[in-house]
């Protein structure tokens, strides 16, 4: 479903192009200019998004790696985590790891 802008706005909008004195050229130009200003505004958007997100998982993957080293070499009683939760944040870990190298793999592949 497209929505589309009331009649009147649009009929305002037909009637400044055709005051503007701009031939159907210029119009599809400037239409394909805007076009790439929204298209190049979505992606600025979206790569901020991803930077957003990576940065994040950085900043939880180095709060996880801190704590499983912390719990390596700290004597026992300065620990909290159970052995299966200390497991669990070990695979964590790791799984990421893992999938972080094969996925550059998959994109050198990929260019």
Avoid at 7 to 24: A, I, M, V
Avoid at 86 to 105: F, K, W, Y
């Amino acid at each position: 479903m497209v929505l589309e802008a009331p009649l009147d706005e649009r009929s305002r909008k037909e009637t400044e192009q055709f005051k503007s004195g701009d031939t159907e050229e210029q119009l599809k130009a400037n239409s394909r200019v805007n076009e790439h200003g929204r298209t190049e505004r979505f992606k600025d958007h979206f790569e901020s998004l991803a930077r957003i997100g990576i940065t994040v998982a950085f900043g939880a993957s180095i709060v996880l790696g801190v704590i499983w080293v912390w719990h390596i070499v700290s004597p026992a009683e300065w620990r909290w985590l159970q052995d299966k939760e200390l497991e669990h944040l070990q695979n964590l870990i790791t799984g990421g790891v893992l999938a972080s190298l094969a996925s550059d793999l998959f994109k050198r592949r990929l260019n």
